[in-house]
């Protein structure tokens, strides 16, 4: 039953980034970029700091190339939330303006400086990083057997203020902080 679940997200992952004509092999770069775009579908915020119609200001540390591909849902609507595509680096003051922080795998020895940086911040951080979930990271993205998969951890959303759905959660991977 599980893993039908994961097959019917899957796809709908895939199918909701294709736009006519649509490669029948999506790079790991647009995967991701996809994992991202429709987990915010999946996420509520604090009322105090987004609300329905909203944009949804997304950031990444690390990665042009993830970038350039979530550049493609600028403006689109996630759910409720219409998406701004931010470009990011670690020389921002201010972190916790983002909604949605994309840590890439280059930025692993930072990773936890970043983390403490955001405190409570109600921000959706997701990675790459081995581990990441597990290490106080919302959603870590994982590759197993040419596939992605994905982690949670539900005390970092909490502390966070976050809101995950129960659809999201039964599909994850691993869920750390119960």
Request: proline share 3%.
């Amino acid at each position: 039953m599980k893993s039908t679940l994961r097959f019917l997200l899957a796809s709908f992952l895939l199918a909701a980034t294709c736009v006519p004509p649509c490669s029948a092999a999506l790079s790991e770069v647009q995967m991701q970029a996809a994992y991202v775009f429709n987990f915010i579908k999946f996420v509520e915020w604090p009322a105090d700091t987004v609300k329905a119609g909203d944009k949804i200001r997304v950031c990444m540390i690390g990665d042009d190339g993830l970038h350039a591909s979530l550049s493609a849902f600028n403006g689109r609507k996630a759910g409720e939330y219409e998406l701004q595509i931010m470009p990011q680096s670690l020389d921002s003051d201010d972190l916790s303006a983002c909604h949605v922080l994309y840590i890439d795998e280059r930025e692993q020895r930072r990773v936890v400086s970043i983390l403490k940086s955001l405190g409570d911040a109600p921000v959706l951080t997701i990675s790459d990083i081995s581990g990441f979930a597990e290490r106080g990271g919302s959603i870590g993205l994982l590759y197993r057997d040419n596939r992605m998969l994905f982690e949670v951890n539900l005390a970092a959303t909490r502390k966070a203020r976050l809101h995950l759905s129960g659809q999201m959660l039964n599909l994850a991977a691993n869920i750390f902080g119960r």
